[in-house]
């Protein structure tokens, strides 16, 4: 069985720039969930995805937006990137929505 | 963004001690779990809670689930170098917008043998 996997593991942009993130759920698992981890913090919830449709929204603006696709993989995308985006960012799959999420390993952004 | 209370903040201890660490908060959740971190990993599931008052045990490690629903502990028994890293607990709040997990800051414990 394949846990949650994330690319890239490191990048690197600048202030202004876009971004796009991505997840594979393990497998058989249906939701996608977003966190932003900064560093000496807890992970920040920014969203669930739930059979393509957002299902759950944390206190991040619009410029943060995501996808899920039918194979139940995500994006996470950010636009006018800031240098307070500088993170990991995290992402978690479950089975449905309201079972215990598994996280994988992280991409680290850092925004200059 | 919110946050549970996460005591204590760090750890120092010696190799075979015991290890206790608790989770706060003022909001009530259905669902406690508790998180291992290694630095530049994500975090690893170690205990899931789904009821109040709940105590369960993975190997060494025993938590349990507040009765108030409103907190948890983690207990680490007889310490090993590879216990190092930042444990963090976190509560499950499930309603229509979704689910979201809420952490706290973390743990930060150091092993020395």
């Known amino acids: 069985e394949t846990g949650v996997t994330q690319s890239p593991t490191h990048l690197i942009k600048t202030r202004g720039q876009q971004v796009t993130l991505r997840c594979s759920s393990q497998s058989g698992h249906n939701t996608v969930s977003w966190y932003q981890q900064a560093l000496g913090q807890g992970p920040q919830f920014i969203f669930q995805y739930y059979r393509e449709e957002e299902n759950g929204r944390g206190n991040f603006p619009p410029r943060f937006s995501g996808l899920q696709f039918p194979n139940y993989s995500s994006e996470l995308n950010v636009n006018a990137l800031e240098l307070d985006d500088s993170a990991l960012y995290l992402c978690a799959s479950s089975l449905i929505a309201v079972e215990t999420q598994y996280f994988g390993p992280g991409t680290r952004l850092l925004v200059l | 963004g919110q946050q549970l209370n996460q005591s204590p903040q760090s750890m120092f201890i010696q190799e075979g001690e015991d290890v206790s660490m608790n989770c706060t908060s003022s909001?009530?959740?259905?669902?406690w779990l508790w998180y291992k971190q290694d630095p530049g990993e994500g975090p690893v599931l170690l205990i899931a809670?789904?009821?109040?008052?709940e105590l369960t045990s993975n190997g060494r490690l025993t938590a349990q689930f507040g009765i108030t629903r409103k907190d948890s502990f983690l207990n680490i028994s007889a310490s090993i170098p590879s216990d190092v890293g930042i444990y963090f607990c976190a509560g499950q709040l499930s309603n229509q917008a979704g689910t979201a997990l809420i952490f706290g800051k973390g743990t930060t414990l150091s092993v020395s043998s």
């Open positions: 909001s009530i959740f259905n669902t």
């Open positions: 809670l789904y009821k109040a008052g």
